[in-house]
């Protein structure tokens, strides 16, 4: 008999006609761009140049083991990258099988966003044909030619590939600027945390390519269902119902949420197994579109969010509104299901907690039965119907090209599990419960975060302004940051310490950058590289940000020491330090600096040149600078490395309540007999509660017009 995992990994496989598929094998065919391996597409993370997708995929499987992730990067040759982790395969992270597609996800993504114009040509390019990768051996990231031609594997990478490609073409487009790390343990280069990656600029669009107006070369084939199981895989299969897996098994022995004790096939290869007491109806048979339009305008208007649902707009935003703007909006009563068109493939569901008014380009349905509409709201929030939403999303037409949208009739068709109204509102009981303790979980350990931070910050603050003897003279400075020092130091403004490289650096050619990048740390506003302010220099350097994200936290400059060859933009102030003292411990003195006096402008806060020279450093002799740097080394060490550790755990949390809250929903465990008791001191809603919070509707881009009429 056929197990659990091999029947699904069968339920993926694909066929593909090579004659209406864009295929590609070698990267200098016309479509080999499209392949991990092809070389003219560089990447940059956390600062530092991979030369392709492929050495950046390979070396996410060992942040533990930094010395190989190097190895890996530093080869030329893409498949010299892939060959160098091969002995290092066995000591993989440990949740590779489970996290690599996600990873090649995010690579793409990483790709896409640093060669905007180019990658994103080329996918465009592609119209809407399937993408496949032939591979001889490899059915898993491609599929091997048979005995007809045609191509048959599971084709992960293409269609991951038409994943990214719909969303470049649709109204996501624009969240592919900006790459978020993924939300998984060890996400690490080089032992440090990977940052959020940003687009270098250009254009919205790929330039010389509107995505509407792309005519396919042959007819497409149809549309193919998003592979939801592939990336969340069901914990019980279709055909499989007689066979307990693992998981299943260990969980019988648990307190906690188990399987039901008998299933039935849904019908639906996408949705799975559905519990044998459970309906599965289309959602034309739940909910009914009503579009009532106000005349006054003068009704609450509500505001839609991600973590906190229907709002009152007033909480969420100052810029006001008037009645008159918001004649024509649609009505919507307390207990009415309302949908964001525009964003149903990120879960954009909510249920009205009061009347009001939404925008008018939002869906509002009344309930044709008795059921539980938030239990419907958890479910539409899962992997698997974001898929969904997404396939049956369609365009606009040629007049708002780039815009996609569930609209009520394709909607109405999707099916979707119904158990009885009773366990609907167990299951929303039990989310709930669980949300809180979340929740709190997570805001507490981020508070411990803040904290830890504080820790180290005073350890550091008292270090450089008092020095490490507690019963020396001490002596006024008439400073209010640091009142008073030891007497045997100085205070020395900073341009005595420095000298200031701004205006004196010299611009590269885009073809000398290219030549000279190598693996040199890029330090700029948001790691966006600014080709016309960007200089290369080759010396240890302290770096002090003038404006701008990430070098200003709450409006205060932060200071770096870089040691040998960085690429700063002209966002910072280049500091090149004069001989006589350690640099390491300057850039400690101006962490602990109050820029209050400093920092300041117009329309944005800026620490101008003549500001930065001026400000005083306490200086100890450098013997006890060494001290110092050694004691603030060791004592903030096992901080970092708490707080580091508390950041991770935090990914896994988020991880674990998704998929638990999946599996409830679509009747994979069974909550029923869980004991859900009511949470004392429930913690207060705020910033540090948001699970993942996306913006909603911005008055900016709320229509006046339903796209329908």
Same mark, same amino acid.
């Given at each position: 008999m056929t197990s659990t995992s091999e029947a699904s990994r069968n339920n993926q496989f694909r066929t593909y006609d090579r004659e209406t598929s864009v295929v590609f094998l070698k990267t200098k065919e016309r479509f080999g761009g499209l392949s991990n391996m092809a070389g003219g597409f560089p990447l940059r993370v956390n600062g530092v140049r991979i030369r392709t997708s492929e050495a950046l995929y390979q070396a996410c499987r060992f942040p533990h083991l930094p010395d190989v992730q190097r190895t890996i990067i530093d080869e030329r040759s893409p498949m010299t990258a892939k060959m160098r982790s091969k002995p290092f395969r066995e000591d993989s992270r440990p949740d590779w099988d489970a996290v690599r597609v996600k990873i090649m996800r995010w690579s793409l993504r990483v790709k896409l966003a640093q060669n905007w114009n180019e990658f994103g040509r080329l996918l465009l390019s592609t119209g809407d044909r399937p993408i496949v990768e032939q591979s001889r051996k490899d059915d898993f990231w491609g599929a091997k030619v048979i005995d007809d031609g045609t191509l048959v594997g599971m084709n992960v990478l293409g269609r991951l590939l038409m994943e990214l490609r719909e969303q470049l073409k649709g109204d996501e487009a624009e969240s592919l600027h900006e790459i978020e790390p993924l939300s998984i343990p060890e996400f690490l280069l080089f032992r440090q945390p990977i940052e959020v990656i940003c687009a270098a600029g250009g254009s919205r669009r790929p330039v010389g390519l509107d995505a509407r107006h792309e005519r396919p070369v042959a007819p497409p084939p149809?549309?193919?269902?998003?592979?939801? @199981?592939?990336?969340?895989?069901?914990?019980?299969?279709?055909?499989?119902?007689?066979?307990?897996?693992?998981?299943?098994?260990?969980?019988?022995?648990?307190?906690? /949420?188990?399987?039901?004790?008998?299933?039935?096939?849904?019908?639906?290869?996408w949705l799975g197994a559905a519990p044998e007491h459970w309906k599965v109806v289309r959602s034309k048979y739940l909910f009914r579109e009503v579009d009532e339009r106000t005349d006054t305008g003068t009704e609450t208007l509500l505001s839609m969010r991600q973590a906190h649902g229907l709002i009152p707009h007033n909480k969420v935003s100052t810029k006001p509104v008037t009645p008159e703007d918001l004649k024509g909006y649609k009505r919507v009563q307390a207990g009415q299901m309302v949908l964001n068109r525009m964003q149903a493939s990120n879960g954009m569901f909510a249920v009205a907690r009061e009347d009001g008014l939404v925008s008018p380009d939002y869906a509002v349905f009344r309930l044709l039965q008795p059921i539980e509409p938030d239990y419907f709201v958890n479910l539409f929030k899962t992997n698997i119907y974001r898929a969904k939403f997404r396939q049956e999303s369609k365009g606009l037409g040629t007049g708002m090209s780039g815009f996609l949208r569930l609209y009520s009739d394709r909607f109405g068709t999707i099916p979707m599990p119904q158990p009885p109204e009773d366990e609907q509102r167990r299951i929303v009981e039990f989310i709930h419960s669980y949300?809180?303790?979340?929740?709190?979980?997570?805001?507490?350990?981020?508070?411990?975060?803040?904290?830890?931070?504080?820790?180290?910050?005073?350890?550091?603050?008292?270090?450089?302004?008092?020095?490490?003897?507690?019963?020396?003279?001490?002596? /006024?400075?008439?400073?209010?940051?640091? /009142?008073?020092?030891?007497?045997?130091?100085?205070?020395?403004?900073?341009?005595?310490?420095?000298?200031?490289?701004?205006?004196?650096? !010299?611009?590269?050619?885009?073809?000398?950058?290219?030549?000279?990048?190598?693996?040199?740390?890029?330090?700029?506003?948001?790691?966006?590289?600014?080709?016309?302010?960007?200089?290369?220099?080759?010396?240890?350097?302290?770096?002090?940000g003038e404006d701008g994200a990430p070098f200003f936290d709450r409006n205060k400059p932060v200071a770096f020491f870089s040691q040998g060859k960085v690429w700063p933009n002209n966002h910072i102030h280049v500091l090149r330090p004069k001989p006589g003292n350690r640099p390491e411990f300057i850039v400690?003195?101006?962490?602990? !600096?109050?820029?209050?006096?400093?920092?300041?402008?117009?329309?944005?806060?800026?620490?101008?040149? @003549?500001?930065?020279?001026?400000?005083?450093?306490?200086?100890?002799?450098?013997?006890?600078?060494?001290?110092?740097?050694?004691? !603030?080394?060791?004592?903030?060490t096992p901080l970092d490395e708490t707080a580091e550790r508390a950041a991770r755990e935090i990914g896994f949390i988020q991880e674990y309540r998704e998929r638990l809250v999946a599996d409830v929903v679509t009747g994979k465990l069974d909550v029923r007999h869980i004991e859900i008791a009511a949470l004392a001191n429930e913690p207060i809603a705020d910033e540090d509660d948001t699970l993942e919070d996306l913006e909603g509707d911005d008055p900016e881009v709320m229509v006046r017009a339903d796209a329908d009429e």
């Open positions: 149809p549309r193919d269902l998003p592979q939801p @199981s592939l990336f969340d895989q069901p914990m019980i299969d279709k055909g499989q119902m007689d066979i307990k897996t693992d998981r299943a098994a260990e969980a019988e022995n648990t307190i906690g /949420p188990k399987p039901y004790s008998g299933y039935r096939d849904s019908a639906h290869d949300d809180l303790r979340v929740r709190r979980l997570i805001r507490n350990k981020r508070r411990l975060i803040g904290l830890l931070n504080e820790q180290k910050q005073a350890i550091i603050n008292g270090a450089v302004t008092r020095g490490l003897n507690p019963d020396a003279a001490m002596k /006024p400075t008439g400073i209010a940051w640091m /009142p008073e020092i030891p007497e045997k130091w100085v205070i020395t403004p900073l341009r005595h310490l420095s000298t200031c490289l701004d205006g004196k650096r !010299v611009p590269l050619e885009a073809s000398a950058r290219e030549k000279m990048l190598g693996n040199i740390p890029y330090w700029g506003a948001n790691q966006i590289i600014d080709h016309l302010n960007d200089f290369l220099l080759d010396e240890d350097l302290i770096l002090l400690h003195a101006l962490n602990c !600096v109050d820029y209050t006096n400093y920092v300041g402008g117009a329309t944005r806060d800026k620490l101008t040149q @003549s500001f930065m020279k001026a400000i005083p450093i306490p200086i100890p002799p450098e013997n006890e600078q060494i001290a110092i740097l050694e004691h !603030v080394t060791r004592e903030c």
